[in-house]
């Protein structure tokens, strides 16, 4: 069951990202014939970032086709881990774009260049459009919160992208009727703090599962309580519960029961709890008698 869901999610996910990946390569190409007729290097600069925007989809279509080949050999959970390195690395990725961008923008703040206002601003008004869209076909249907961290890492770049659009837009304005050419890269640099700022939950998530850290969702004290209120649970210890991928929890425990207990109705309610509850279906709970007593263990 929750495989067939996996997978089903990995298709959304995937159909998403392909139709995203159709409208930037438009937007590509359209910021890059803008930019060469208007002689904006902002407008390139930006198709630049649209570009590394592409190849970053292409790496989570591809950690996400990684994700979905069999468990084989010595890899006993399969490759689902790779859509978390994929995202990790866009993630990081996107960090090193802003240094660049704030590279590029201080080089500007001390030798302005010369920008054609009213073409940044048309090509703008399209990039918020088309990043705008793109932005709601990803949230579409289940919405972001149920998406795997493949397309949450390229939601965040249609984000970025678009409060660059947006950026863009405001700098060309202030170009056009101002004169101010000291607006593109004051633009740049808050563009940049606001991605790194929208990237930072990204790739935290991203160390975390790596990490094997306790899912957010998951309170450790209440899910130990709930398993103590199991009737016939004495006591529970080695509790550990960790992300297999943003979308999958697993959970080890040792579970101390009274002599009297049917553990095959221990387990079993213990099972429903957890399943239902936490969102946990990959569990290993050892059910003890207590320790001063002789008998070997009993698996689940």
């Not at 950690?63 to 881990?81: C, E, N, Q």
């Not at 990725?93 to 703040?109: K, M």
């Not at 073409?119 to 932005?135: D, E, P, R, T, W």
């Not at 959970?251 to 009297?260: E, G, I, Q, T, W």
Request: aromatic content about 8%.
């Amino acid at each position: 069951m929750e495989s067939a869901a996996s997978y089903a999610g990995v298709g959304r996910d995937r159909r998403r990202l392909i139709i995203v990946l159709a409208i930037s390569t438009a937007y590509f190409l359209t910021e890059l014939v803008a930019g060469y007729l208007t002689n904006s290097l902002a407008l390139l600069s930006d198709a630049v970032h649209m570009m590394t925007d592409m190849a970053a989809i292409c790496l989570s279509l591809l950690t996400l086709w990684i994700s979905t080949r069999p468990a084989r050999g010595g890899k006993t959970y399969g490759y689902m881990r790779a859509e978390i390195l994929g995202a990790l690395i866009n993630g990081l990725f996107l960090w090193l774009l802003v240094v660049f961008i704030w590279i590029e923008a201080v080089h500007r703040i001390r030798a302005p260049e010369r920008v054609k206002g009213l073409g940044v601003m048309s090509v703008a008004v399209v990039g918020i459009l088309f990043n705008s869209f793109s932005a709601w076909v990803m949230t579409r249907g289940s919405g972001d919160a149920k998406a795997g961290m493949a397309v949450r890492a390229a939601f965040v770049h249609v984000i970025s992208d678009l409060i660059g659009s947006i950026g863009v837009l405001t700098a060309g304005a202030l170009v056009y009727f101002t004169g101010w050419t000291q607006a593109d890269p004051l633009a740049g640099i808050l563009i940049g703090a606001l991605v790194l700022y929208s990237s930072w939950g990204l790739v935290r998530e991203g160390v975390d599962i790596l990490m094997e850290a306790v899912p957010s969702h998951i309170d450790l004290d209440e899910l130990r309580d709930d398993l103590l209120a199991v009737d016939g649970t004495e006591e529970v210890h080695d509790l550990h519960v960790w992300c297999l991928t943003s979308r999958q929890f697993a959970l080890s425990a040792h579970c101390v029961v009274a002599p009297a207990a049917d553990h095959d109705r221990v387990l079993a309610d213990m099972s429903h709890l957890l399943e239902v509850k936490f969102n946990i279906h990959h569990m290993t709970v050892q059910l003890e008698r207590d320790s001063r007593r002789e008998h070997e263990p009993d698996h689940f």
